[in-house]
């Protein structure tokens, strides 16, 4: 299923995509439905930490409302703004940098560097506060930094909390995936001692969306196409296969002595194509309209504006 938060004039709400034209309102739906035992979930963060009795009690109600029995609690699409799916995380995002060889390749012609392959996952994460969702602005801080670049990257979403987890159990952890832009102000990146979390943390750094689908509809997360387009060029064009460290081992490697918790997001990399490695480096800039695509789980627009000038797609 494909997990969403709106709002349609009353607040941030859980829903579910029931086709392109309509949303399921999950707690409006809920009300509807005491015999499920489920209270409002409030949140996507609170259903996932319901676990599957969460998830039993929507395809519960996706069956009701396919019989007309929950029309009540159906939104038009038209009429709600989507948000990201967790607006506001309860942690950091786990992000995970160098983990497609062509786009540490990029980057060592680049920087004119030897081509040095990590031999463990490099981990940073970006504050709650630089997530933004599907049509919001990219902010260029002109007076912080004007090399702000783009990093579409597949972010998987756990669900059930474990520390020490091995790889072989890693997809038992695993709720869903969604999209993030790992937006990068680039002199920040490379200023603070070769740091990552002030180039990667700015305010509207991390559009995340449209939605979460849950781990049953993804067959396979390191089977799937990645793109990005600037202003309709296709920048980046890759596929998760070409990870170096595949999910599985992301995730063991993050959790070592580290508990991950229902609702926690990694974002796993990004592939060649950015800005800052082309021939006549292309930043973003104030009117361009970044579009992120990951197979199986949509588009994720967001406009880009300088500060002072914020504005939103329609």
Known sequence: MRLITFDAGQGSRPGVGLDAASILDLDTALTRAPALGQAPFGSLHELIGRGAAGLEAIERLLGMAASGELDAAKVPVAEARVLAP???????VFCVGRNYVEHIAEGARAQRIALDLPEFPVFFSKPPTAVIGPGDAILVHVEVSTTVDYEVEL???????????????????????????DVTARDLQRRHGGQFLKGKGLDGSCPMGPGIVTRDEIADPGQLAIRL????????DANTRDMIFPIAELIESLSEGLTLEPGDLLATGTPSGVGYAMRGPQFLKDG???????????????????????????
């Open 229 to 236: 387009w600037v202003n309709g060029e296709l920048r980046q």
């Open 155 to 181: 972010a998987v979403v756990i669900g059930k909390r474990g520390r020490n987890i091995k790889a072989s159990e890693a997809f038992d952890h695993v709720f869903g995936y969604t999209i993030v832009n």
């Open 288 to 314: 361009d309209v970044v579009t992120c695509e990951i197979e199986g789980i949509g588009q994720l627009v967001n406009p880009v504006t300088e500060v002072g000038a914020v504005r939103r797609l329609a």
């Open 86 to 92: 967790i607006p506001r995380p309860a942690k950091n």
